[in-house]
T-cell receptor, first 116, second 113 residues
Framework: SAVISQKPSRDICQRGTSLTIQCQVD?????MFWYRQQPGQSLTLIAT?????????ESGFVIDKFPISRPNLTFSTLTVSNMSPEDSSIYLC?????????????FGPGTRLLVL | KQEVTQIPAALSVPEGENLVLNCSFT??????LQWFRQDPGKGLTSLLL?????REQTSGRLNASLDKSSGRSTLYIAASQPGDSATYLC????????????FGSGTRLLVRP
């Protein structure tokens, strides 16, 4: 399985600012994903980061709020724009390894964001 | 719309007990089901993956079963240890998704020494 790292591991930000989270995988992967975990809740998929094209966003998430880059097969960034306290969450990136129903998703350690 | 439910939401047991965590899903059209462990403030660790054609998977003291027709999976932990204390999440990959996982809300497990 690929090893996934994220930066920063945590941050405290002011309302109205933006934060870019980086995700690095130690091998080339086709699929990368960004999830959000709000306090006390489970994970919700924000978007699929596609290499060489725009990200595919889930219902309720938009590019203006969560712009995503995927410049190559090992790296992606998620920006949380114009932050409000409601954006306080853990943000996790993940990738998929395997084929044919055996795909296992592996997750990075997460970025804990607190917006004041 | 696929929904995943985990019961109980929290569980506290003495060390050494065998325990079962439950996961149910509303739509049986899935590619696979995955169990994860999440330690406080940390990311997710994949424990077991069961393909839709499989009935169970085992790894050490963990055994996960899948009954796709009834929309249920269980995670059995044998001889629990304090180090097993964590939140356990199950997630399904629907057949109509592009690798998207639908997560349950998790079971918070505390194993008391």
């Amino acid at each position: 399985s690929a090893v996934i790292s994220q930066k920063p591991s945590r941050d405290i930000c002011q309302r109205g600012t933006s934060l870019t989270i980086q995700c690095q995988v130690d091998s080339q992967v086709t699929m990368m994903f960004w999830y959000r975990q709000q306090p006390g809740q489970s994970l919700t998929l924000i978007a699929t980061a596609n290499q060489g094209s725009e990200a595919t966003y889930e219902s309720g998430f938009v590019i203006d709020k969560f712009p995503i880059s995927r410049p190559n097969l090992t790296f992606s960034t998620l920006t949380v724009s114009n932050m409000s306290p409601e954006d306080s969450s853990i943000y996790l990136c993940s990738d998929t390894s395997g084929l044919g129903g055996r795909e296992t998703q592996y997750f990075g350690p997460g970025t804990r964001l607190l917006v004041l | 719309k696929q929904e995943v439910t985990q019961i109980p939401a929290a569980l506290s047991v003495p060390e050494g007990e065998n325990l079962v965590l439950n996961c149910s899903f509303t739509d049986s059209a899935i590619y696979n089901l995955q169990w994860f462990r999440q330690d406080p403030g940390k990311g997710l660790t994949s424990l077991l993956l069961i393909q839709s054609s499989q009935r169970e998977q085992t790894s050490g003291r963990l055994n996960a079963s899948l009954d796709k027709s009834s929309g249920r999976s269980t995670l059995y932990i044998a001889a629990s240890q304090p180090g097993d204390s964590a939140t356990y999440l199950c997630a399904v990959r629907p057949v109509d998704s592009s690798y998207k996982l639908i997560f349950g809300s998790g079971t918070r497990l505390l194993v008391r020494p």
